[in-house]
């Protein structure tokens, strides 16, 4: 069995928390931190493990074509897979013939996944793989992880957004100043029957219009509707109103009843979403789906596939 380990060997004399962490072959990790600590994470592992980290950083060649950027490293690499195959398999057909510098950034970003892919280096490692670019190319990295993992090769990916993390990784982890902890991966309900909608007991009466949430020494109140959904951050749970989060006093357990009436669900063990809110149910390839939600910035959250048969009833899709 093949499999890397961090430990205080690699992160020593670096500004992080003292932890070790294995990461097995056949399984992709992923670890949300912030960008501070990412970034020390990050020269730990260049420094002193001499492990390569794929950021889309360094070199592809923008003024050749993207089919001509496949065969380049197709060859460096001595890649055994037909060159055909890898440009359908990173959805790279049909601008084969563009030059790099006029792709779009989610394109330029399938040319680099393909480069990775091609390498063959064992283990992997992926910073913010998926920031920024379209459904398509998230897609398309969800793909390449499952051929990866399927060569038994270990995969860490490194991310600042918690539904990334949950979205890439088998297992995910949060790295914070006072240590590292798992993140767990909602699978609480996989064996619970989901009551339908008309067996639920909902709230007679509305007795809640206003939500308390804390801003430095300040306490902000709420309208229920401005809240496009809520999120448990360290046991505690945050609103999230257009990217900005308000931290409140409650757990989402005590706040999910409260709410159920003006249309709030629990979605994923980590998350309430506002229903009123949700834009788009999005199915991704390893069975495993998300919300996004209709704000300025279009944000994602992680459904779990427990709730998806429930959810698609609430807004009678089956």
């Known amino acids: ?107 330029a970003r399938r040319v680099y996944f393909a480069k990775y892919y091609m390498s063959g280096i064992n283990p992997i490692v992926f910073r913010e793989p998926i920031h920024g670019v379209d459904v398509r190319t998230i897609n398309t990295f969800i793909n390449m992880l499952q051929k990866i993992k399927g060569h038994q090769i270990p995969v860490l990916i490194l991310v600042s957004n918690l539904e990334h993390a949950l979205l890439l990784g088998d297992d995910a982890y949060k790295l914070q100043q006072n240590g590292i902890q798992q993140v767990e991966i909602d699978e609480e309900d996989a064996g619970k029957p989901e009551l339908k909608s008309s067996e639920r007991t909902s709230p007679a009466t509305v007795n809640l219009f206003k939500i308390p949430a804390k801003v430095d020494d300040k306490m902000i109140l709420f309208d229920p509707p401005e809240i496009d959904y809520i999120e448990s951050q360290d046991g505690k749970a945050m609103i999230v109103i257009n990217n900005e989060a308000y931290a409140m006093d409650s757990t989402l357990a005590e706040i999910e009843k409260k709410l159920e009436v003006y249309g709030f669900y629990r979605c994923h063990r980590s998350y309430i979403v506002n229903l009123q809110k949700v834009r788009e149910i999005i199915t991704w390839s390893k069975n495993t789906y998300s919300l996004r939600i209709n704000n300025k910035i279009q944000s994602t959250i992680p459904l779990s596939r427990t709730k998806i048969q429930d959810i698609q009833e609430k807004f009678s899709l089956k």
């Open 1 to 107: 069995m093949a499999h890397f380990t961090i430990n205080q060997e690699i992160i020593k004399g670096e500004s992080l928390p003292s932890f070790s962490l294995t990461i097995d072959d056949s399984y992709a990790t992923a670890i949300y931190s912030d960008t501070d600590m990412q970034v020390e994470l990050v020269k730990a592992l260049l420094g002193n493990a001499k492990i390569p980290v794929f950021d889309q950083q360094e070199g592809l060649y923008s003024r050749l074509t993207v089919e001509n950027n496949i065969a380049f490293f197709h060859k460096w690499f001595g890649c055994q897979t037909p060159l055909p195959e890898i440009l359908v398999q990173f959805d790279l057909q049909g601008c084969a013939k563009k030059p790099l510098h006029n792709c779009s950034e989610s394109e």
